[in-house]
């Protein structure tokens, strides 16, 4: 089956309104210039205040926009959070869920990315559910028990058809940020795994029908070969995402262009 490359900006506490409008006209200006940002699903994660000015700046282009986190409430004294309803009715169409940097510093757990899913799905926004392991998971030859934690904990309780509109990102937590990235070799045994444990839950034309994302320190001199792996559609990507020939470039090498 031949699934959609879907490169995805996570720009993380950084770009006020001003600076995500500037970096997304930059980006609309050399994505004119090809085809690239139809061919594959391309799409910019701004901070909660500067959705809306993103939201507009890509009106008449293929770049869709996705919030960086949300509550699985649809309303009430949650300070300080936003709910499925409110990122829709502001033109958002991806969530990212249970990112590591969530799980490592807000208490994020599966049981709460599990609910936050449920609540993206209710409201038709396309999930973005963030896995992976720690360096000391990686280095004990936890990896693949990590993993079927999360996805087990994480997916609990959702359809089969539910599985299928969700994208899958892998984040190897020892590879973001840190420049370190995991050979090709290492990323896709970690994103077959992520599918055997989807077809396990879901069956194997549901997990065939899944993408899912590397999400570790991606960047344009690495993209084409990361993505060229069997279970590897795509990228989420922090850093390079920041800028936006940065971006092009990994999303045009990411198509093999």
């Known amino acids: ?5 879907i490169i995805a900006g996570n720009w ?23 085809c690239c940002c139809c061919e594959a699903d391309v799409v910019v994660c701004p901070p909660f205040t500067t959705i809306a000015t993103v939201v507009e700046a890509v009106k ?12 699985w409430a649809d309303n009430g004294a949650f300070t300080g959070e936003i709910s499925g309803d409110m990122l829709k009715s502001a033109g958002v169409e991806y969530v990212i869920i249970g990112h590591s940097e969530r799980r490592q510093y807000f208490g994020e757990t599966d049981a709460t990315v599990n609910a936050r899913l ?16 720690l360096l000391d998971e990686r ?23 539910e599985m299928a509109k969700t994208i899958v990102a892998y984040e190897p937590v020892w590879a973001i940020g840190t420049g370190k990235t995991a050979t090709p070799d290492i990323a896709q045994a ?9 077809a396990g ?8 029908k899944v993408r899912i994302q590397y999400g570790g320190s991606m960047k344009p001199d690495n993209a084409r070969e990361l993505v060229a792996q069997k279970d590897i559609d795509g990228g989420l990507i922090g850093g390079a995402a920041l800028k936006a020939a940065s971006f092009a470039g990994l999303v045009k090498e990411a198509l093999g262009k």
């Open 1 to 5: 089956m031949s699934r959609k490359v």
């Open 12 to 34: 993380k506490m950084n770009k006020n309104a001003a600076e995500g409008k500037a970096l997304v006209d930059e980006l609309k200006a050399i994505c004119s210039n090809c």
């Open 60 to 71: 008449g282009t293929a770049i869709k926009v996705g919030a960086q986190n949300i509550h």
């Open 118 to 133: 449920k609540a993206a799905l209710k409201y038709d926004l396309i999930p973005i559910v963030c896995v992976g392991e």
């Open 139 to 161: 280095e004990n030859g936890k990896t693949e028990e990590v993993l079927t934690r999360q996805i087990r904990g994480g997916f609990e309780g959702i359809s089969a058809d």
């Open 190 to 198: 970690a994103h077959a795994h992520i599918r055997k444990e989807i």
């Open 201 to 208: 839950m879901f069956g194997s034309d549901v997990a065939e």
